[in-house]
């Protein structure tokens, strides 16, 4: 294995170090560096095809970021236990690589070159994006591919005592009210050009600004982008360095031999002026954009097949002049905004196209919408509202695994006019709505105060510039449709630049060829008083901080101007959601008492909402637990609050007092009723049916009947021990107390010794067997006795009176019957022997 060729240098104002490393891994590609910062590791390679590729008219360059999930000792969580495609963070880092990189190679390479980075560790304190862009950076400067000079990157937080921290952790940007990652390169002058900023404002930014924290203004990114120069140029410097130490180790590096590719040839260009020049400068006047697109097309066709014979001996001859024509509209569209001051809508420089704002637009099908327009750019986005087990998972290397705000952009083919597949989001699509979700994302309420999980989608209806931008505008009218409670309107606008002749000219609100056609492209989103996200490309080597500065200033006058438009839609949020959105409501509870809410196997909360309607969440974060609560109805919400708040804090039943509870379990031994939430208490067994004995107590109770019950004792560990409020609820009848009824009561009859009734000899009365009692309250005169315990009964001695017939009766025959009435078949006969004298016949 090869020796290792590495250099280490401070980062300036922290503990922080960077290590450059190559020698040892991917030998084979044509460049390979493992960056670090503390335990943050990625190894970039970079790798160019021989030859370039047939019919290219652009740079083929790709960059993949591969997250390995061992980089944080995990496991992936996906069905295969591997890992898929890239995450939405690991594509944003893509593009935060490939931006800064292109403009850097030479304009007639046309080779496929490939960067891959792939995270090797991930410590979940230094975030790999900037790692990744700065090892990027040195493997192509050793590579030997015509990568003109390094670049470096620094990412830069904003803390609430106004100072900007190089290289932020994690948790210093969280603390942070703004970060903002910066790129650029050296000037020959030695000064650093800036190619590429990207930037936001943090989930806490505008609390930190209510409690005195400064806000990010035009003046302060600009001090930001000074700030970041030094970091910059100390990386630079290190980066060349390890190439000193490559070389000499291995002597100098081979630049790489490249087939220069042109679109077009000096002869076709100059050709196809002549031809075409006073026509295309007529057809890029036009300002609306279907009408210009038609236009240019016919008079592309038209020149082609003028010039065409001409170079008849030309390969490719047709490629070259459709390129020449292209090349011909682009100078044409930057020389007379340079010259003339006129642009091709007929708009001054700081002008912003007509305005429209709708807020509600699809009514009450949708929880909130907003439709928003600027000159022929047209977003509607929607606003979807849910409880918060809908937020989404995330499983990438970054350490939040959560997400509860989101929003997903969609750019369809017939938002320019044209036909096309659709197939999921493009990196484009994933890049523009992160960057409005950015945008948004300072002035959301917090979980606390707003406790929903808030889906936003913007679907871009027709385009022509700044698509993202106005899906901020639009996003911000959907949230105060919604009823969301937002800090205030955030507005979007795109800014460009056309450098020519030494001269830079800032562009308010650019049109898409505007785009095409200039050198940078830089978005501002922010509110009235604060800016919340940034975005900057450039095409040029960079741009001077003045210029810069100057873009900002403008910038700001033309968020005003669509900020009042959007305020005369909606001027604040609807003071609550709308009827079809799920009204929610949130809070904590003991984590003790989690086990209570949830029940047995989610029984007492399964309980509650089917009882309510409502739909409830419990959620802990291992120190306390959150409860949600959501329903379209309030009262509902409001109940199964109650129910639950009163088993957290369970009200003391009153001695003496009569509920009426709820059948929640049952045992040999009783029932056990439900009389406050929270709270059961015993209705033992022997309190049921009566006066007579229960085998079991479901012979009189079922689970989830409703029964009064008093609390009769509660005792020192709280038990709670019930009896029936009303016997006949519970299997009772009426007269059970005396065994007699009321319509034929019997007489009291002498019972005897105890022990000869089979009692236990202490005088106490026994309870009456249910026979005793049927015979009692049914058996006429001459049976109404009793048995006792079931001894045979002897008539009443003494003569019949006058006039009467004395009848002996088989009370054994009667009772057997009234038996077999109350417990059924008694099963065979046995000879038993009984107390005294002789034997009798009975029952087992």
Request: proline content about 5%.
């Amino acid at each position: 294995m090869a020796e290792a060729i590495s250099v280490t240098g401070p980062i300036a104002g922290t503990d922080k170090t960077i290590t450059f490393e190559t020698g040892v891994l991917a030998g084979l590609a044509n460049g390979a560096v493992t960056s670090r910062i503390g335990d943050t590791q990625v190894l970039v390679t970079a790798t160019a095809s021989n030859r370039p590729r047939d019919g290219a008219s652009f740079f083929p360059l790709t960059v993949d970021i591969e997250e390995r999930m061992y980089a944080v000792g995990r496991i992936p969580g996906s069905f295969f236990r591997r890992e898929g495609r890239a995450s939405d963070d690991a594509i944003l880092t893509c593009r935060l690589i490939d931006r800064p990189l292109r403009p850097n190679f030479p304009s007639d390479y046309r080779h496929d070159t490939h960067v891959v980075g792939t995270i090797l560790g991930a410590d979940h304190v230094n975030q790999y994006d900037l790692v990744a862009l700065n090892g990027a950076s040195a493997a192509l400067w050793l590579s030997g591919i015509p990568f003109e000079c390094p670049i470096a990157g620094v990412r830069i937080a904003y803390s609430t005592d106004g100072e900007w921290i190089p290289f932020a952790t994690h948790e210093e940007s969280e603390a942070a009210t703004f970060e903002m990652v910066v790129a650029g390169r050296q000037l020959d002058s030695g000064d650093i050009a800036v190619m590429m900023v990207e930037a936001g404002g943090t989930e806490k930014s505008f609390e930190y600004y209510a409690q005195g924290a400064p806000k990010v203004t035009e003046d302060v990114l600009a001090s930001g982008l000074e700030a970041s120069k030094q970091w910059i140029d100390d990386i630079i410097e290190m980066q060349k360095s390890l190439r000193r130490l490559v070389e000499e180790a291995s002597g100098p590096i081979q630049p790489m031999e490249y087939t220069s590719t042109k679109d077009c040839s000096d002869e076709v260009l100059d050709r196809v002026r002549e031809v075409a020049g006073d026509r295309m400068r007529e057809v890029m006047a036009i300002a609306d954009k279907a009408e210009r697109e038609a236009a240019q097309s016919v008079t592309s066709k038209a020149v082609i097949e003028e010039v065409a014979a001409e170079f008849a001996d030309l390969d490719s001859a047709k490629d070259q002049i459709s390129s020449a024509v292209r090349s011909l509209s682009k100078e044409i569209v930057r020389e007379r905004i340079v010259a003339d001051g006129f642009r091709i809508d007929g708009r001054a420089t700081d002008e912003v196209r007509p305005l429209s704002s709708v807020a509600g637009y699809l009514g009450r099908t949708a929880h909130g919408s907003g439709l928003f327009q600027r000159g022929e750019t047209q977003v509607l986005n929607v606003t979807t509202l849910a409880m918060s087990r809908m937020e989404q998972i995330v499983d990438t290397l970054n350490p939040a695994d959560r997400r509860r705000f989101m929003h997903h952009y969609n750019f369809p083919p017939y938002s320019t006019g044209e036909a096309g597949f659709m197939r999921g989001p493009k990196r484009r699509e994933i890049g523009h709505g992160a960057l409005a979700e950015r945008a948004i994302f300072p002035v959301v309420p917090s979980k606390e105060d707003f406790p929903y999980t808030i889906r936003l989608v913007s679907d871009v209806l027709s385009s022509n510039g700044s698509t993202s931008m106005g899906s901020v505008c639009a996003s911000s009218l959907s949230l105060m449709d919604a009823g969301v409670p937002i800090i205030d309107h955030v507005a979007g606008v795109a800014m460009g630049l056309v450098y020519a002749d030494g001269q830079y000219v800032t562009l308010t609100d650019i049109l898409g060829a505007e785009d095409a056609f200039g050198d940078m492209d830089f978005k501002i989103a922010g509110t009235q008083d604060a800016i919340t996200a940034l975005q900057l490309d450039t095409k040029i080597e960079g741009i001077p901080a003045e210029v810069l500065t100057q873009a900002l200033g403008q910038a700001r006058q033309a968020r005003l101007q669509i900020l009042e438009v959007m305020r005369a839609a909606i001027a604040e949020p609807r003071p609550d959601v709308g009827e079809t959105a799920p009204k929610i409501t949130s809070f904590e509870i003991p984590i003790d008492k989690i086990a209570e809410v949830i029940g047995p196997r989610g029984k007492v909360i399964n309980s509650i909402q089917e009882e309510t309607g409502a739909d409830i969440n419990v959620d802990d974060d291992g120190t306390v637990g959150t409860v949600s609560i959501g329903a379209t109805d309030r009262e509902v919400v409001a109940e199964a609050e109650r129910q639950i708040r009163l088993i957290v804090n369970p009200p003391t039943p009153d001695v003496g007092a009569t509920y009426e509870g709820r059948v929640v379990n049952i045992t040999k031994f009783g029932a056990f009723v439900n009389v406050l939430p929270g709270t059961d208490g015993l209705l033992h067994i022997s309190k049921l049916g009566g006066r007579r004995r229960l085998n079991s107590v479901e012979e009189v109770l079922e689970l989830g009947d409703v029964v009064s019950v008093i609390v009769e004792e509660i005792d020192p560990n709280g038990k709670i021990s019930l009896s029936p409020a009303d016997p006949t609820q519970v299997g009772g009848s009426e007269g059970d107390d005396d065994g007699s009824s009321d319509d034929a009561p019997a007489p009291r009859r002498d019972r005897g010794r105890a022990s000869d009734r089979g009692g236990t000899g202490n005088g106490t009365r026994r309870s009456r067997t249910p026979v005793a009692a049927a015979v009692s309250a049914g058996g006429g005169a001459d049976a109404s006795a009793g048995a006792g315990d079931g001894d045979d009964v002897a008539p009443a001695s003494g003569s019949a009176p006058s006039g009467t017939a004395r009848e002996d009766v088989s009370f054994g025959e009667h009772f057997e019957q009234i038996a077999k009435g109350v417990y059924g078949d008694l099963g065979p006969e046995v000879e038993q022997t009984g107390r005294g004298s002789g034997r009798r016949r009975g029952r087992r």
